[in-house]
């Protein structure tokens, strides 16, 4: 009798036969409206949103396993150059540096390189010299000053005395003031040694004005004996 009481107490709480709650069945056929874009939209781009992570994370890999091999290339290649240079001179350095350089020398090419013109110069090998200093100037056009007074030297030992002089003034036209000294010296020498007075006179005068210290009297007496030989005063 009771129970039969407390149903008919409360008939609002009665479900109606063969299905839920009216709220709570439009309560949950909202929240399942409202989730059911994004996680179709999640199933539609499944593939795709894999391939990126999965090209991400190989891309991540491939980036790993480069920079650990260029570690591992650039301390081989080190330890390679030390070798040959502690334990090799004459020609055997020169065939070891032209077999270093014929491989994959990386950042150590210029090291190399300079170290086998070195060997070179020690072996008289004066066109071999000529030929490595041009390299030099392809792989590195910032080392106009070095590369040119290499390239004289090599020519000034070949009998190629003008060719050495022309090499000085293309590149005095190619640097800055702040590289025009280096130059200035070598031109005034080798200008000396081809008999090209006026420009012998010109490099001085280029370090006269530069007022280097304990210098300047050496060459005010040179350009006046230059001038002396073109026959007109200081």
């Known amino acids: 009798m009771t129970a039969q009481r407390n149903q008919a107490q409360a008939p609002g709480l009665q479900a109606p036969a063969g299905g839920p709650l009216p709220g709570v069945s439009q309560g949950l056929g909202e929240v399942s409206e409202e989730l059911h874009p994004i996680l179709q939209w999640i199933v539609d781009r499944f593939k795709i949103i894999t391939a990126v992570l999965v090209g991400v994370l190989i891309i991540g890999i491939i980036i790993f396993i480069y920079d650990l091999n260029k570690d591992n290339a650039y301390h081989a290649n080190r330890e390679e150059l030390g070798k040959i240079l502690i334990s090799s001179s004459g020609q055997e350095r020169i065939d070891a540096l032209d077999a270093f350089l014929a491989g994959s020398p990386g950042e150590f090419a210029l090291q190399a390189?300079?170290?086998?013109?070195?060997?070179?110069?020690?072996?008289?090998?004066?066109?071999?010299?000529?030929?490595?200093?041009?390299?030099?100037?392809?792989?590195?056009?910032?080392?106009?000053?070095?590369?040119?007074?290499?390239?004289?030297?090599?020519?000034?030992?070949?009998?190629?005395?003008?060719?050495?002089?022309?090499?000085?003034?293309?590149?005095?036209?190619?640097?800055?003031?702040?590289?025009?000294?280096?130059?200035?010296?070598?031109?005034?020498?080798?200008?000396?040694?081809?008999?090209?007075?006026?420009?012998?006179?010109?490099?001085?005068?280029?370090?006269?004005?530069?007022?280097?210290?304990?210098?300047?009297?050496?060459?005010?007496?040179?350009?006046?004996?230059?001038?002396?030989?073109?026959?007109?005063?200081?």
């Open 113 to 234: 390189r300079l170290e086998l013109i070195s060997a070179l110069q020690e072996q008289g090998l004066n066109e071999r010299v000529l030929a490595e200093w041009n390299k030099v100037a392809e792989d590195d056009r910032d080392l106009v000053v070095m590369v040119a007074m290499g390239k004289a030297n090599a020519l000034h030992s070949l009998g190629r005395d003008a060719e050495a002089l022309d090499a000085l003034l293309e590149a005095r036209q190619r640097v800055g003031e702040t590289l025009v000294l280096p130059l200035a010296r070598a031109i005034a020498a080798q200008a000396e040694i081809t008999g090209n007075l006026e420009e012998a006179i010109s490099a001085y005068q280029d370090l006269l004005g530069a007022n280097l210290e304990g210098d300047s009297g050496f060459y005010k007496d040179k350009i006046a004996k230059l001038n002396e030989r073109l026959g007109r005063d200081g």
